[in-house]
């Protein structure tokens, strides 16, 4: 009798230890599952902000491409016209002169003569600007590499990186020329999105003080945004390249600056890193790699 309830508890033993393991087995699944999927949905959100991006940089190109042409046809007439009308106007200057009226009409001679040149500069300006414009917008489809010198891309995108402090310090020394193989359009947006929030670290009363150097490290370049705001805590700092992620309460502020730029540096071979001091300021750093070391 004693021997068949042993029997009964040990094939119940061995039940209960097949019916664990299976749910342990189980359990595993359903875990190895939920990661699956929040993995695939981290990654279908991923790709949905890049779509995101590209459709409002090509709809940005379509626009910007639509109001230089609109801009450039007065603009050339303008300028077209300024150039003549300050010969005629340097014609007539030495006629007074030769027949001794020049002195009589100094100071509306002076008054013209100043206001031809303001034309001539303000036109070239404007010209100028919307090249520059045109340059740091992609056009439909366009994803092209080139070698080019980031010391030129920085110094055009500077000046369309003014914020609302009235004082603006921001200070470009390069160590020399920085020629590297990259899509230029997504750096332009890179730095313009750095740039922006180097200024976004100071408060509006503030004088902003930047400090962006470039340098040759071995075969690679480093460029670093200094800027001498509010810092940053080190949560913040780990969390500063995730999509959404805003220490901003506004509605202008989506999240989305430094975890584009990360994103656009990574298909250009290069990477950024983040050091801060709160009360100090902070530095961003972007290292563009050679074709000998690939960023996975």
């Known amino acids: 009798m004693m021997f068949f309830i042993k029997s009964a508890i040990d094939n119940e033993r061995k039940l209960t230890a097949s019916q664990r393991d299976k749910l342990k087995e189980n359990n595993e699944n359903l875990l190895t599952t939920i990661n699956s999927k929040e993995t695939a949905l981290r990654e279908l959100k991923r790709t949905q902000l890049k779509l995101i991006e590209s459709e409002k940089m090509a709809s940005l190109g379509f626009l910007t ?13 303008v300028g077209g016209v300024v150039e003549p009308l300050k010969k005629d106007f340097y014609e007539i200057r030495q006629t007074l002169i030769a027949n001794g009226k020049a002195d009589d009409m100094k100071e509306t001679i002076d008054e013209i003569s100043f206001l031809l040149d303001g034309i001539s500069i303000g036109t070239n300006r404007s010209i100028n600007i919307i090249k520059q414009l045109s340059s740091m917008v992609p056009r439909q489809s366009e994803d092209i590499r080139k070698e080019i ?16 402090n009235a004082d603006f310090h921001i200070m470009f020394l390069p160590e020399k020329k920085l020629v590297t193989h990259i899509n230029p359009t997504e750096i332009n947006q890179v730095f313009i999105n750095l740039i922006r929030n180097s200024i ?50 506004d509605s202008v502020h989506t999240g989305l600056g430094l975890f584009i730029a990360n994103s656009l540096l990574q298909k250009n071979n290069a990477t950024l890193s983040l050091t801060s001091i709160p009360g100090k300021g902070t530095v961003q750093l972007i290292t563009f790699y050679t074709n000998s070391h690939i960023i996975s």
Request: glycine residues 8%; contains cysteine.
């Open 65 to 77: 491409a639509g109001i230089a042409h609109e801009l450039n046809n007065p603009l050339n007439y």
């Open 149 to 164: 010198d980031l010391c030129e891309i920085i110094e055009n995108v500077i000046p369309f990186c003014q914020g609302n």
């Open 200 to 249: 976004e670290a100071f408060p509006p009363t503030d004088t902003v003080k930047i400090d962006i150097t470039g340098k040759w490290k071995g075969p690679n370049i480093e460029i670093s945004i200094h800027d001498m705001g509010m810092g940053m805590e080190k949560e913040t700092i780990r969390k500063a390249k995730e999509a959404f992620f805003t220490t901003k309460t």
